[in-house]
């Protein structure tokens, strides 16, 4: 059974930097062909895709935030890290894990984490 | 980067068939996946690989890729089938992992 579950601060403020904690079971990150991304919801509106690692830790960023951002993995934790630079308002969103068996979709989710920005 | 556009909403009677689409430039070329999300949850993946589904999911979804449209299609429509879906393709561009908006379906 694949199970996913995020974790960090529910409530940052502006400029500061996110750090979440993606902590999984049921499946290996260093078997062939398996990522863990991540994607937020602002409250009230559609999905936005953040990042991926790959099992081979090959990354891929959404260009649009790619600067503010780092993905990194430890396999022997079995656990994903995102952290995200120079947090604002807008940031604020359900921020969500997943697991994707071929890193072209996600087949199991997180519960997900929601991350206020407010000073 | 690539778009993919989904009516806003989408309407059914129970016991209907409801069609979600999911525009994109020639989208027949690339996998659509589907996801079912109810209020105050994460996402389910309904469909992937176009018209595969998930362990689970009712034969009552269906889907299909065509040209510059996906479609996915709930038969039967039932009032748990309120939620709002997204697709969703994997684009070998700088922006690899693209959603839709997202349709709200509402069970008249």
């Known amino acids: 059974q694949i199970t996913l579950k995020e974790s960090g601060p529910t409530l940052v403020k502006p400029t500061q930097t996110l750090t979440l904690t993606c902590t999984f079971s049921?499946?290996?990150?260093?078997?062939?062909?398996?990522?863990v991304g991540w994607i937020r919801q602002p409250p009230g509106k559609a999905l936005e895709w953040l990042a991926l690692i790959y099992w081979n830790d090959d990354k891929r960023y959404s260009p649009s935030l790619k600067s503010r951002l780092t993905i990194t993995k430890d396999t022997s934790k079995n656990q994903v890290v995102l952290t995200m630079t120079n947090m604002d308002p807008v940031d604020t969103a359900t921020y969500y894990c997943?697991?994707?068996?071929?890193?072209?979709?996600?087949?199991?989710w997180g519960q997900g984490t929601l991350v206020t920005v407010s000073s | 980067s690539y778009v993919l556009t989904q009516p806003p909403s989408v309407s059914v009677a129970p016991g209907k068939t409801a069609r979600i689409t999911c525009g994109g430039n020639n989208i027949g070329s690339k996998s659509v996946h589907w996801y079912q999300q109810k209020p105050g949850q994460a996402p389910v993946l309904v469909i992937y690989y176009d018209s595969d589904r998930p362990s689970g999911i009712p034969e009552r979804f269906s889907g299909s890729n065509s040209g510059n449209t996906a479609t996915l299609t709930i038969s039967r429509v039932e009032a748990g089938d309120e939620a709002d879906y997204y697709c969703q393709v994997w684009d070998s561009s700088s922006d690899p992992w693209v959603f839709g908006g997202g349709t709200k379906l509402t069970v008249l």
């Open positions: 997943a697991h994707s068996p071929y890193g072209d979709h996600y087949l199991f």
């Open positions: 049921g499946f290996s990150l260093s078997t062939s062909g398996v990522g």
